[in-house]
């Protein structure tokens, strides 16, 4: 932890994984393809950072790029892929399921949720959330289905992370003792200070990328090590 900050790294690689896990940093979200908004990672890569970094790691299970609307082949794929990430020792699922009309697919997210809670680890609503039609309405199907947490900018688009924040203080004066908020979409070195203070939340995520010349994103070591300089200072 960071001045009594957890912070949450969102990693695409390996060898990022390896790298951010020399900062203090207190959980890795392992994904692939960050260009594309993460996507699932594969299990090899998680059965080998589980025996490398200290951190715990929560898997992403999202198959594609776009919405998060699922067929159902996708759907039992995903249920598979949480399942062999949870036996590989997974310390969480981060996933997301929206009906066509994008309001929360209760059954599947019900269904997915009591998987992960048999292996006692987390389940991690994404920003999916973000594109629910009423937060509040969808913050209280997520309580009621007992998600452990869910990633939000509070629908707002990076610059305009702090009117987002806004929106997740109010939601977690209301339900933060059920559901935990982790702000995240958009926290740069300018703003980190202001996402914490205005989101009043005890954990943050972020990604800290820049582009590699090889054509995806990578972790920038010196942008965290800023970043977190920058909450020390809170």
Same mark, same amino acid.
């Given at each position: #932890?960071?001045?009594?900050?957890?912070?949450?790294?969102c990693?695409?690689?390996?060898?990022?994984?390896? @790298?951010?896990?020399?900062?203090?940093? +207190?959980?890795?979200?392992?994904?692939?393809?960050?260009?594309?908004?993460?996507?699932?990672?594969?299990?090899?890569?998680? @059965?080998?950072?589980?025996?490398?970094?200290?951190?715990?790691?929560?898997?992403?299970?999202?198959?594609?790029?776009?919405?998060?609307?699922?067929?159902?082949?996708?759907?039992?794929? #995903?249920?598979?892929?949480?399942?062999?990430?949870?036996?590989?020792?997974? +310390?969480?699922i981060?996933?997301?399921? /929206?009906?066509?009309?994008? %309001?929360?697919?209760?059954?599947? %997210? @019900?269904? #997915?949720?009591?998987?992960?809670?048999?292996?006692?680890?987390?389940?991690?609503?994404?920003?999916?959330?973000?594109?629910t039609?009423?937060?509040?309405?969808?913050?209280?199907?997520?309580?009621? /289905?007992?998600? +452990?947490?869910?990633?939000?900018?509070?629908?707002?688009?990076?610059? +305009?992370?702090?009117?987002?924040?806004?929106?997740?203080?109010?939601?977690?004066? @209301?339900?933060?003792?059920?559901l935990?908020? /982790?702000?995240?979409?958009g926290?740069?070195i300018?703003?980190?200070?202001?996402?914490?203070?205005?989101?009043?939340?005890?954990?943050?995520?972020?990604?800290?990328?820049?582009?590699?010349?090889?054509?995806? /994103?990578?972790?920038d070591?010196?942008?965290?090590?800023?970043?977190?300089?920058?909450?020390?200072?809170?």
């Amino acid at each position: #932890m960071v001045n009594n900050y957890l912070i949450e790294i969102c990693i695409g690689n390996i060898e990022d994984a390896i @790298k951010a896990s020399k900062f203090p940093i +207190d959980r890795i979200e392992l994904n692939s393809a960050l260009e594309l908004g993460g996507l699932s990672t594969s299990l090899e890569t998680l @059965k080998y950072l589980k025996k490398t970094i200290p951190q715990p790691i929560c898997c992403m299970v999202r198959p594609r790029g776009g919405d998060f609307f699922y067929n159902e082949t996708e759907y039992q794929i #995903m249920l598979k892929d949480a399942k062999a990430f949870l036996e590989a020792g997974a +310390d969480g699922i981060v996933f997301g399921f /929206l009906n066509e009309d994008k %309001t929360i697919n209760k059954t599947r %997210t @019900k269904e #997915m949720t009591d998987l992960i809670h048999s292996y006692g680890k987390e389940a991690v609503f994404h920003k999916a959330y973000d594109e629910t039609p009423n937060m509040e309405q969808a913050t209280k199907e997520l309580v009621e /289905l007992e998600i +452990d947490r869910v990633l939000t900018s509070g629908q707002a688009v990076y610059p +305009d992370i702090i009117e987002g924040c806004r929106k997740i203080n109010t939601l977690n004066e @209301k339900y933060g003792d059920r559901l935990q908020f /982790l702000p995240g979409g958009g926290v740069r070195i300018e703003n980190v200070q202001d996402v914490l203070k205005t989101a009043k939340t005890n954990q943050i995520h972020m990604t800290s990328k820049k582009q590699n010349p090889g054509g995806y /994103l990578e972790f920038d070591s010196e942008q965290l090590e800023k970043i977190l300089n920058n909450i020390k200072k809170l």
